[in-house]
C-alpha cells in the first residue's frame, strides 16, 4: 500500500513536472528570439569569417574611397545598394563588381514610410533596385539587407513572400552607429566594430558608404587590421552563403524556416 502511494506521488510529480515544462516551453522559445540567432553560425561553426556589409551606397566619394580601402587590404566585401542613387553611378556599380565584391539590395528608396507601409511596397522596392542592378551589370542580385534590420518587419508571411521571389534576408550581429550619426568618431566606430552580438565565430558587420560616411573610411583600415589579426576570413556574401536574419514571433505555429535557396545572387 506504501509502495502503491509513492507510486502514485512519483508519477503525479512527474505529470505536474511535464505540465510546467509543456506550458514554459513558449517562455523558453520567446526568450530565444529575443537573441540575434542567425543561421549562418550553424553552418559554419568553427571558422572564423566576417562578412563586412556596406549600406547606403552607391555614393561617389566614400564608396569610391571603400573600394580603395578594400583593394589596398585585399579584401572582399558585400555592398548592399539603394536603387535610385544607381542612376548616374552605373560606374560605381560596376567598379564593385568588378573588383570582385558582391551587391545586395537594400530597397529603392529607403524612404521607411514607403517602404513598410505594407508587404507588396517592400518587396517592390526590391524588385525595382533588382532590376536596376540588373539594368547595370546583367546579374539576379537576390540579397536583400531590411533598412535599420528585419526586426519589427519581418513575419512568416513576408518571409515566404521573399523566398518565393529568391530573395535571401541578411541583418548582421555587429554594426557601426555610422548609419545613425555621421559624425561618430572613427575610434568609436572601431571600438563598436569589435563588439559581436552572442558567441558566433561567424561576424556580419554593418557599416555604410553613404556620401557623409567619411569617419568610416577613416576608421576601415583598423577594422580590417583587427579581424585579420584575429584570424577571421573575409568572405563576400554569394548565392552559398546561409541567410542571417534575427529572430521572430512565428504566428503562433512552430515552424521550421528552411534557409536555404538556391538561388543566384550575383556571381
Ligand atoms: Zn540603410
Not at 23 to 30: D, E, K, N, T, V
Not at 218 to 234: M, N, S, T, V, W
Amino acid at each position: 500500500m506504501k509502495k502503491g502511494y509513492s507510486f502514485l506521488s512519483k508519477c503525479g510529480n512527474f505529470t505536474i513536472f511535464f505540465l510546467v515544462l509543456v506550458f514554459c516551453m513558449p517562455l523558453i522559445s520567446g526568450y530565444n528570439k529575443i537573441n540575434a540567432r542567425t543561421s549562418a553560425s550553424d553552418v559554419e561553426e568553427n571558422k572564423k569569417v566576417v562578412y563586412l556589409t556596406f549600406d547606403d551606397g552607391p555614393a561617389n566619394i566614400v564608396t569610391n574611397k571603400i573600394l580603395d580601402t578594400l583593394k589596398e587590404k585585399d579584401i572582399k566585401a558585400t555592398f548592399f545598394v539603394i536603387g535610385d542613387k544607381i542612376s548616374g553611378r552605373e560606374e560605381i556599380l560596376k567598379r564593385i563588381y568588378g573588383e570582385g565584391h558582391t551587391i545586395g539590395l537594400h530597397t529603392y528608396t529607403h524612404k521607411f514610410k514607403k517602404i513598410y507601409r505594407s508587404e507588396e511596397s517592400f518587396i517592390e522596392e526590391m524588385d525595382l533596385t533588382r532590376n536596376e542592378v540588373k539594368r547595370v551589370l546583367n546579374i539576379e542580385a537576390t540579397a536583400i539587407r531590411f533598412p535599420a534590420g528585419s526586426k519589427p518587419h519581418l513575419n512568416d508571411s513576408l518571409l515566404e513572400k521573399l523566398h518565393a521571389q529568391g530573395y535571401k534576408i541578411y541583418d548582421w550581429n555587429a554594426s557601426l552607429s555610422d548609419g545613425l550619426n555621421y559624425n561618430t568618431p572613427p575610434d568609436k566606430l572601431y571600438r563598436e566594430a569589435t563588439k559581436v552580438v552572442g558567441k558566433s565565430t561567424n561576424v556580419v558587420l554593418l557599416l555604410h558608404c553613404d556620401q557623409p560616411n567619411t569617419n568610416t573610411c577613416k576608421a576601415l583600415p583598423r577594422i580590417i587590421d583587427y579581424y585579420k589579426e584575429q584570424g577571421y576570413e573575409f568572405k563576400p556574401i554569394k548565392e552559398d552563403t546561409p541567410e542571417f536574419y534575427f529572430r521572430f514571433k512565428k504566428n503562433n505555429v512552430r515552424k521550421t524556416v528552411t534557409t536555404f535557396i538556391k538561388n543566384t545572387m550575383d556571381k
